[in-house]
């Protein structure tokens, strides 16, 4: 398994500046799964404290080699990340958002420094984009922040006024919605829906099996 290296520059982003860990508290994964944008089909919820506390994990060291587990970098502050996706078989991906919880007495404006970035705000919600990643940074709350990539301003500012406008819960259908619920420390779910064209699948069975 090999997770996106945007999603754990999100997390390298505040590496060095606290020490501090949040549990994750009931609902909180619910929370960062309803401000998704509409289409996101494919999700990821990563319970990084529950992970590596389990025997593979404690026997094969990733706390000091998570390369291990197929993740270049992974900060100790952060206890858990919930990365949505929208994909399509033949555009690709159209988007990518990952949210983690801002370290403990840590502001965005710090982050931000930390990276000489340049905050900024789009009414009144504070954001940068990234220098090296093509993401934007963006506190959605005051507990989370996240990355929104790609760094396509337009598609940025859509999401953020669809949050504003409380549109309301349900932009996950009820497949990504029930695996997200599930108690495991790591989950991955794919909503193939309306994915694929059947006339094109038809024709390409056709081709491979003629």
């Not at 988007?95 to 900024?120: H, K, M, Y």
């Not at 940074?137 to 953020?160: D, I, N």
Request: proline fraction near 7%.
């Amino acid at each position: 398994m090999k997770c996106n290296h945007l999603m754990w520059g999100l997390c390298v982003w505040a590496c060095g500046l606290s020490a501090h860990v949040w549990g994750q508290s009931p609902g909180e994964v619910k929370a960062c799964l309803e401000i998704l944008p509409p289409g996101a089909n494919a999700i990821a919820v990563f319970r990084l404290e529950n992970l590596s506390k389990t025997p593979q994990a404690v026997s094969e060291d990733w706390a000091n080699h998570p390369e291990r587990l197929g993740i270049d970098s992974i900060p100790s502050w952060v206890p858990w990340i919930v990365i949505g996706k929208e994909l399509d078989p033949t555009q690709g991906q159209f988007w990518e958002l990952g949210v983690v919880p801002l370290p403990q007495g840590i502001s965005f404006e710090q982050l931000a420094g930390q990276e000489e970035l340049t905050v900024q705000t789009y009414q009144q919600t504070p954001l940068a984009r990234g220098r090296l990643r093509d993401a934007y940074f963006v506190q959605v709350s005051e507990r989370l922040f996240a990355a929104y990539s790609p760094a396509a301003y337009r598609s940025m500012t859509l999401w953020l006024d669809g949050l504003k406008a409380e549109r309301p819960p349900g932009a996950l259908s009820t497949v990504l919605t029930s695996a997200s619920g599930k108690l495991a420390h790591m989950i991955m779910a794919l909503d193939m829906s309306g994915m694929f064209d059947p006339v094109q699948v038809q024709r390409w069975i056709e081709q491979v099996w003629r």
